[in-house]
């Protein structure tokens, strides 16, 4: 039995499985903590790596590395890190990305570009804000790295060249899924000079080794890692509720949304990834839970109890500001409160409903691009919740599978690894058991339009707010 090894370096902690090449059965996983922050020094993603993989990587033939996408690791010309990897969630570049999109003439001339508008996620806007806000910081900078990247390339030793893949490099606003180029001049005109960026490999290629003898698999963007770990293909949506929360679907073809709202990624495969992303997800419920003083099991009972449109009540949940919309400063609200329906389980539910209805909206988009959606594959820790799971079929307008608890964006890594090392045309067939959800029965058509005039009017609200 050959073994191999995949890694999710995510927001919150890394993630390593250990595999069977053929059949994706987990033999052995280790995990450690990662800080709660917007901005981490890259050595931390080490040190959590060695924890997480000790006495685990005995036998190991094959590793990949997934990691949380956009992330911002300079280095200098002796392969240090310059300053803290600026995190996805960092939303401090804002007003940089704003700037970038007028200067290249608007939105659409971006998404013509590479696929894509920038906002504050992106590692484009970040190298825009470095350069403006720590130039002596920014002078050092010879090398822009994603955290999946600067990872492979420890592991190697720091022996091979950095590289990448075509899933996470067209999340970095400099290169295009559409064409498989980078566009070095955007990247220039985000930071003001040339540096030096990642080798793209293919999407099986072995691309160095660790010093202990282990093919290292070129990695990809943690979406990209979860479409190949779920085994997703042509008519399935994906719809992750983690700290952030993803609706992504894996395409033939590319697309080009100039609103911005949904990001034309690429695959791990060779396909494509169109994506839309929100600040916002299991953390909505978190915090809801909170509020009310009460655990997540119990806020999941409180809000089966109330009804489909929580009585009228409507969370806007942007409580970490918004990507899509792109409303980096706004807060979460709350309409629709009346006394008649001022009640915990109404609370609850609008928690929940809320939550899904902005996923809603990106599934929508996705598939008004032309992309076929079959169903909908819901995962992440909140896709645990006994109320998600009732009412997501009716909110998302798709059947609804549940896959069975797993760290998809580390397997995804290890399928990646074992299609490298068995130099097949295709990933290992690998089979992930799902539950079906209910299908909808309630009539959600109210709550949504609700919820589309909510979000409509903080959206207008917002935008006179910045033009004054």
């Not at 956009?70 to 280095?75: A, R």
């Not at 005109?189 to 030096?196: L, M, S, W």
């Not at 509720?241 to 992504?248: A, D, K, M, P, Q």
Request: charged letters at 20%; glycine letters at 10%.
């Amino acid at each position: 039995m050959a073994l191999v090894a995949g890694v999710d370096c995510s927001t919150q902690s890394t993630k390593v499985l250990i595999c069977d090449s053929e059949t994706g059965e987990v033999v052995r996983q280790g995990r450690a903590p990662h800080p709660d922050a917007t901005e981490v020094d890259p050595a931390i993603w080490w040190s959590a790596l060695q924890t997480a993989s000790d006495g685990l990587l005995d036998g190991v033939e094959a590793m990949a590395v997934g990691g949380q996408q956009h992330g911002m690791v300079t280095l200098d010309a002796d392969g240090n890190v310059v300053r803290p990897a600026l995190l996805w969630n960092d939303t401090r570049s804002a007003g940089a990305a704003t700037d970038l999109i007028d200067e290249l003439g608007g939105a659409q001339a971006w998404t013509d570009a590479v696929g894509l508008v920038p906002v504050a996620s992106f590692t484009v806007t970040k190298l825009r804000w470095l350069a403006a806000h720590e130039p002596e910081q920014a002078k050092r900078v010879e090398q822009i790295l994603l955290p999946h990247d600067w990872l492979t390339w420890k592991l190697s030793g720091r022996s091979i060249a950095p590289t990448t893949d075509r899933g996470d490099a067209s999340g970095t606003g400099y290169w295009s899924a559409a064409t498989g180029e980078y566009r070095l001049d955007l990247l220039e005109r985000a930071f003001g000079r040339e540096i030096g960026v990642p080798r793209v490999a293919a999407p099986a290629e072995i691309v160095g080794r660790t010093p202990e003898g282990i093919a290292l698999a070129a990695g990809t963007g943690d979406n990209m890692a979860a479409a190949l770990g779920l085994g997703a293909g042509p008519g399935d949506v994906v719809v992750s509720l983690g700290t952030s929360g993803t609706v992504f679907a894996v395409a033939e073809a590319s697309t080009n949304d100039p609103s911005g709202f949904v990001a034309d990624f690429a695959d791990a495969t060779g396909r494509f990834l169109p994506l839309v992303c929100t600040l916002n997800a299991a953390r909505v419920l978190t915090a809801a839970a909170d509020l009310l003083g009460v655990d997540l099991d119990r806020l999941s009972e409180l809000a089966l109890a109330s009804t489909p449109g929580a009585a009228g009540l409507t969370l806007l949940p942007y409580l970490d500001g918004e990507r899509t919309p792109d409303l980096p400063d706004e807060t979460g609200r709350i309409t629709g409160l009346t006394r008649a329906n001022a009640r915990p389980e109404n609370l609850a539910r609008a928690a929940v409903e809320g939550m899904l209805l902005g996923l809603a909206d990106g599934l929508d988009a996705v598939r008004q691009h032309g992309v076929p959606v079959r169903r909908a594959l819901l995962i992440g820790g909140a896709a645990m919740s006994p109320a998600v799971r009732a009412v997501a079929s009716g909110i998302l307008g798709v059947p609804v599978d549940v896959p069975a608890p797993g760290e998809y964006v580390a397997l995804g890594a290890a399928r990646q690894a074992a299609w490298a090392l068995s130099g097949a045309a295709e990933p290992p067939r690998w089979t992930v058991a799902a539950e079906h959800t209910p299908d909808a029965t309630d009539d959600y058509s109210g709550a949504r339009d609700r919820y589309a005039q909510f979000r409509t009017g903080v959206q207008e609200l917002s935008s006179r707010s910045n033009k004054s």
